[in-house]
């Protein structure tokens, strides 16, 4: 019943900005910690921000001082301000909690967001 919706990407110049957001249902996700993930045609997902549900962040070290993930439990949403893009930003964004919420599947992933930098 767990649903995580993706929203906000798009095309953008290389040191522009874009703002991500997430909204999820059908779990209690103020608890857990969350977490904003990339991936790119042949590459496995990489994690590239959380943050806890008391509001501490960490980020992978490629995107430290450029993102800025975010999360507002009373709308059960959770943000990603991308500033300063690069090239290599390139790629579907999905949030999720970190770990990934699991079901009896497997993981759980929603349909991420496109994220496109050019030159």
């Known amino acids: 019943q767990v649903q995580l919706v993706e929203s906000g990407g798009g095309l953008v110049q290389a040191g522009g900005s874009l703002r991500l957001s997430c909204a999820a249902s059908?779990?209690?996700?103020?608890?857990?910690?969350m977490g904003w993930y990339r991936q790119v045609p042949g590459k496995q997902r990489e994690l590239v921000a959380t943050?806890?549900?008391?509001?501490?962040?960490n980020y992978a070290y490629s995107v430290k001082g450029r993102f800025t993930i975010s999360r507002d439990n009373a709308k059960n949403a959770v943000y990603l301000q991308m500033n300063s893009l690069k090239l290599e930003d390139t790629g579907v964004y999905y949030c999720?909690?970190?770990?990934?919420?699991?079901?009896?599947?497997?993981?759980?992933w929603g349909q991420g967001t496109q994220v496109t930098v050019s030159s």
């Open positions: 999720n909690t970190e770990p990934p919420w699991r079901t009896a599947q497997g993981d759980y």
């Open positions: 059908g779990s209690r996700f103020s608890i857990n910690a």
């Open positions: 943050i806890t549900s008391g509001g501490t962040r």
